[in-house]
T-cell receptor
Framework: AQSVTQPDIHITVSEGASLELRCNYS??????LFWYVQSPGQGLQLLLK??????LVQGIKGFEAEFKRSQSSFNLRKPSVHWSDAAEYFC????????????FGTGTRLQVTL | DTAVSQTPKYLVTQMGNDKSIKCEQN?????MYWYKQDSKKFLKIMFS???????INETVPNRFSPKSPDKAHLNLHINSLELGDSAVYFC?????????????FGDGTRLSIL
């Protein structure tokens, strides 16, 4: 069964500082990996995805993520955080087959201090 | 233009009542989903439909009955509401069932059971 672990429930960073949000997955084959962001009262917005090719993927809003098969990780990074990045971040893994579905991690809440 | 729209945004009702949540997508997607997000922000898939056909039913109580009149709509009817049904329900859609297809989310319906 596929699963996702986000070890950090809550992270606080200063505006302008760098950010790394951790994500570890468990899946038997090549995973399909996603990062989504949820602002308060909103739905989830896709930041980026990985399913093959270059292991460093670029997303929207200046985010990037690196797939490391040996560590079963797909960490999200941003060089310089803006106050508007404060939100809940979800890592998700998708599976193959006719009943493919997304399994989400428990989320990491990002707080940005000015 | 709202891609995935859900109504209502808020729903407050008493235990034992029956209620429905509607979802529509104007993206031309074939696949639609319902997710439940609990008070700890954990997101779990409930159902998925592909071209009006049920694909995933993730051991949801049969008080929950999804209905897809056409591939642009996926409604969720809930009978005999219980306290534990209080949550935010998200509708989502994707181009098709392929696992590399990102899912597009609505803004959610916050259901509160009194």
């Amino acid at each position: 069964a596929q699963s996702v672990t986000q070890p950090d429930i809550h992270i606080t960073v200063s505006e302008g500082a760098s950010l790394e949000l951790r994500c570890n997955y468990s899946y038997g084959a090549t995973p399909y990996l996603f990062w989504y962001v949820q602002s308060p009262g909103q739905g989830l917005q896709l930041l980026l995805k990985y399913f093959s090719g270059d292991t460093l993927v670029q997303g929207i809003k200046g985010f990037e993520a690196e797939f490391k098969r040996s560590q079963s990780s797909f960490n999200l990074r941003k060089p310089s955080v803006h106050w508007s990045d404060a939100a809940e971040y979800f890592c998700a893994v998708g599976g193959t087959g006719t009943a493919s579905k997304l399994t989400f991690g428990t989320g990491t809440r990002l707080q940005v201090t000015l | 233009d709202t891609a995935v729209s859900q109504t209502p945004k808020y729903l407050v009702t008493q235990m034992g009542n029956d209620k429905s949540i509607k979802c529509e997508q104007n993206l031309g997607h074939d696949t639609m989903y319902w997710y439940k997000q609990d008070s700890k922000k954990f997101l779990k898939i409930m159902f998925s439909y592909n071209n009006k056909e049920l694909i995933i039913n993730e051991t949801v109580p049969n008080r929950f009955s999804p209905k897809s009149p056409d591939k642009a709509h996926l409604n969720l009817h809930i009978n005999s509401l219980e306290l534990g049904d209080s949550a935010v329900y998200f509708c989502a859609s994707s181009q098709d069932l392929q696992p590399n297809q990102p899912q597009h989310f609505g803004d959610g319906t916050r259901l509160s059971i009194l």
